[in-house]
Antibody, heavy 119, light 111 residues
């Protein structure tokens, strides 16, 4: 079955960076896009960006432009989300989610990765 | 503002019908971008519940239905069951932010 498995929880200091991974299985990896979405405590879901797994093209939310980088390793069927210059407001659960591309829905989600930013 | 607005909470007794609205604007739902709905049990990842306004993924019961009119989309749940208790989020694409936006979520309580 289609599955996205994310890396484990992280605790980081302000100013540091975090890299979260998302390993895909059960489908043709290059035929879909992978989005990253975060959910801070008590806040709405927030889209961060996406990567087209087939060609590696990316698009980022204006809010995170310059701080987020999404990459993929097709041989490992894994997508990575790198967020730099962390601040306390970045404390959130980070999700990867698969999409068919275009302006469409997110049909499969990873289990989420908690990132805590604290001094 | 490029966000989607949902009621914070709705409730209903088992067997009843509830609806959850999602109000957007001319830069998202009103611009004819589809609305999608997700169900999230607290502590777990969101799950796709409805896509492209009215379509249910395989495995989602037909007690769930979606609609869209103008700048508003709606999710209806009939025959409420205890395990429908969850948070529900709407989502659409927005041209102002050139990305996806979500509603603030609606907590459904089954009385």
């Amino acid at each position: 079955q289609v599955q996205l498995v994310q890396s484990g929880a992280e605790v980081k200091k302000p100013g540091a960076s975090v890299k979260v991974s998302c390993k895909a299985s059960g489908y043709t990896f290059t035929a879909y896009v992978i989005h990253w979405v975060r959910q801070a405590p008590g806040q709405r879901l927030e889209w961060m960006g996406w990567i087209i797994a087939g060609n590696g093209n990316t698009k980022y939310s204006q809010k995170f432009q310059g701080r987020v980088t999404i990459t993929r390793d097709t041989s490992a069927r894994t997508v990575y989300m790198d967020l730099t210059s962390l601040r306390s407001e970045d404390t959130a659960v980070y999700y990867c989610a698969r999409g068919p591309g275009g302006f469409k829905w997110f049909d499969t989600w990873g289990q989420g990765t908690l990132v805590v930013v604290s001094s | 503002q490029s966000v989607l607005t949902q009621p914070p909470s709705v409730s209903g007794a088992p067997g009843q019908r509830v609806t959850i609205s999602c109000t957007g604007s001319s830069s998202n739902i009103g611009a004819d971008y589809d609305t999608h709905w997700y169900q999230q049990v607290p502590g777990t990842a969101p799950k796709l519940l409805m896509f492209a306004n009215t379509n249910r993924p395989s495995g989602v019961p037909d007690r769930f239905s979606g609609s869209r009119s103008g700048t508003t989309a709606s999710l209806a749940i009939t025959g409420l069951q205890a395990d429908d208790e969850a948070d529900y989020y709407c989502q659409s694409y927005d041209t102002n932010v050139s990305g996806w936006v979500f509603g603030g979520g609606t907590k459904l309580t089954v009385l």
